[in-house]
């Protein structure tokens, strides 16, 4: 068997197949134990299963490594992965390391791991993909890059010095708002809080957002006022309402002060609606329009990259004013009906005015049982004289009705081994 060798970054988010083609999962990185004098040995696998629960999968276990895929013998323990003393994950833990080149020719950080099979169908740590200090003083410029072998460098810390979480950072570029969530919560805390100072705030809001409320709350005390101002601005309305909702009153005045003050005004808005209420689990952000709008005005607000799928089933039609609270609320025109219509059409000629809507003030079982009932994904939500004051979308009730540790509830799971390896 000739040599093959795979780099980490890219392994990480490939899906895991049994023999017999069904996905068990997918890489969420790679497990190392240090050698004295030989490169480290992969022992195994972290495997994201549905549940979003990461179990270990030995690389005994593993077939085959493909462009894009794991194929293993079908056996996984779905016991929880915990790390073992000696063990070392490469993308927690291993990138964003300094090195030193033992030939005396400088430092390099660690960007990428190259993990090779050998002969005896061995897993070790190959090549190391270096990046060296930059050597223009641009702020935009990057050192040369390089790859060396891991008997060509060695690590000497200075005490207290903090690793490098730009790589880790760029590596995590791709995952999806739920899953960065669940990888961040799962690294070590002080690299957690290192990689969410790194993490652009737009990237980190859309982290947070899928994370438990305690979790939320503890990351932007760790960053201090001025950031988590600046991260809940860039949060959805509702969610920087919950996460506040945790904080004692004077903090999180603090924190809506210095907020910018259009945010800042919706969140307090929906501070003063119950938790269990139509207010309490709205968004004051949907799209609203007149009905002198056309199919194409609406079509063209709901392409919008940043808009949430949910908000973007359908559009509002009010009288003036257009922004929440609105004037009275005339009715509803969902997306796939409009598709129906041709561009120049107006709004008010196809607007649906049966369709229901929730008072402020009702309860979330009411919520649920109209969402339930008429099969929406959206269900405005209106005050006394019926003026629009937001939208509940199916997401917001189920992350109310969902158990409070959904995200880390096992769920449904894979075959089981009598042991971890």
């Not at 049994?18 to 022992?43: C, M, N, T």
């Not at 993909?129 to 890059?145: D, M, N, Q, V």
């Amino acid at each position: 068997m000739s040599t093959q060798r795979v780099f980490v970054a890219r392994l990480v988010g490939c899906a895991v197949f049994d023999p017999a083609g069904d996905r068990l999962g997918k890489v969420r990185d790679v497990v190392v134990i240090f050698r004295k004098d030989d490169p480290p040995r992969v022992v195994g696998l972290v495997v994201e299963i549905p549940g979003r629960r990461h179990v270990f999968l030995s690389i005994g276990r593993v077939t085959s490594i493909a462009t894009g895929q794991v194929i293993t013998t079908g056996l996984i323990n779905v016991r929880r992965f915990q790390q073992r003393g000696g063990e070392v994950r490469v993308m927690a833990e291993l990138l964003g390391r300094k090195v030193y080149f033992r030939d005396g020719s400088g430092e390099g950080v660690i960007e990428d791991v190259a993990i090779e099979r050998n002969r005896l169908g061995e897993w070790d740590i190959g090549q190391l993909f270096l990046r060296r200090p930059k050597t223009s003083a641009s702020p935009f410029a990057k050192g040369p890059t390089t790859f060396a072998q891991w008997r060509d460098v060695r690590e000497q810390q200075t005490p207290g010095e903090a690793q490098s979480a730009e790589q880790l950072v760029a590596s995590y570029s791709e995952l999806k708002p739920a899953d960065l969530a669940n990888t961040l919560l799962d690294l070590p805390e002080e690299r957690l809080l290192e990689v969410a100072e790194e993490l652009p705030d737009g990237r980190l809001a859309d982290a947070l957002e899928e994370m438990p409320e305690d979790d939320q709350v503890h990351i932007l005390e760790a960053l201090g006022d001025e950031r988590a101002a600046d991260i809940l601005d860039q949060m959805e309305p509702d969610d920087a309402a919950d996460v506040l909702a945790q904080l004692p009153e004077q903090q999180r005045e603090e924190l809506l002060e210095l907020m910018e003050p259009e945010e800042a005004e919706d969140v307090r808005e929906l501070l003063k609606y119950g938790p269990d209420t139509a207010g309490g689990l709205m968004t004051s952000e949907p799209i609203v329009l007149s009905a002198d709008a056309t199919v194409a005005e609406a079509l063209a607000l709901i392409r919008r990259h940043e808009l949430h799928p949910a908000l973007a089933a359908a559009v509002f039609v009010t009288l003036p004013p257009y922004e929440t609270p609105t004037g009275r609320l005339l009715g509803t025109v969902h997306f796939q009906r409009m598709l129906r219509y041709p561009p120049h059409e107006r709004l008010g000629a196809i607007i649906d005015d049966t369709a229901d809507a929730v008072p402020v003030t009702g309860s979330a079982a009411e919520v649920a049982r109209l969402l339930a009932s008429y099969n929406l994904v959206s269900l405005p939500v209106v005050d006394a004289a019926h003026r629009l004051v937001g939208v509940v979308s199916v997401d917001d009730v189920l992350d109310y009705l969902l158990p409070e540790d959904w995200r880390s509830n096992d769920g449904e799971q894979a075959p089981a081994t009598a042991g971890r390896r």
